[in-house]
């Protein structure tokens, strides 16, 4: 069955970088489009980025040009997503989600990793 | 300030109907699909509604989605008490080159 798991929580001080990943199994790593979305507490949900793992082509919302880096790792099934200089406001439950058709109907979502920055 | 309008809240009794408006403009919803999310209390969104009006396997039918221009709506005939979530449209906007979500629908069910 397809699952995305997704690492642990994190804790940052403002200023540092944190990674999050994303692990698929249960399909195809290289059919599916990888998104990146995340949700502030409280608040709604901001789309990041998006990975095609079959070339290792991403594109990201203009928001977070030059602080989001999406990479993919093809021998583990993984997607890995950085997010440097961290503020207070990035402080949020980050989302990996699969994308079958290009179309962003997102279908299977990781369980979310909640990063907290604070000082 | 989200791209695509919805209204903050809803209501409706168990088994009533009750309609989500999303409203967008010609480089969203005008000329790209809409897909809807749900989002139970402390857990990942679920996709319920794709292509418009397309229910994933699994999705009961009395979720159903419409498009007419540049808005959408999402429709729950029979509401139920598990209903109860936040809704979210979302689509592709060809002007910001990705994709875009309401601010969300927090559906209550009285």
């Known amino acids: 069955q397809v699952q995305v798991v997704q690492s642990g929580a994190e804790v940052k001080k403002p200023g540092a970088s944190m990674k999050v990943s994303c692990k698929a199994s249960g399909y195809t790593f290289t059919n599916y489009y990888i998104h990146w979305v995340r949700q502030a507490p409280g608040q709604g949900l901001e789309w990041m980025g998006i990975v095609n793992p079959s070339g290792d082509r991403t594109s990201y919302a203009q928001k977070f040009q030059g602080r989001v880096t999406m990479t993919r790792d093809t021998s583990t099934s993984t997607v890995y997503m950085e997010l440097s200089s961290l503020r207070s406001e990035d402080t949020a439950v980050y989302y990996c989600a699969r994308d079958p058709s290009g179309k962003f109907a997102l279908d299977y979502w990781g369980q979310g990793t909640l990063v907290t920055v604070s000082s | 300030q989200s791209v695509l309008t919805q209204p903050p809240s809803a209501s409706g009794t168990p ?3 009750v309609t989500i408006s999303c409203s967008g403009s010609s480089s969203n919803i005008g000329d790209n699909t809409v897909n809807w999310y ?37 429709a729950i005939s029979g509401l139920q008490s598990e209903d109860e979530a936040d809704y979210y449209c979302a689509a592709w906007d060809d002007s910001l080159n990705g994709p875009v979500f309401g601010g969300g629908t927090k559906l209550t069910v009285l």
């Open chain 2, 15 to 17: 088994g009533q109907r």
């Open chain 2, 38 to 74: 749900q989002q139970l209390p402390g857990t990942a969104p679920k996709l319920l509604i794709y292509r418009n009006n397309q229910r994933p396997s699994g999705v009961p039918d009395r979720f159903s989605g419409s498009k007419s221009g540049t808005s959408a709506s999402l």
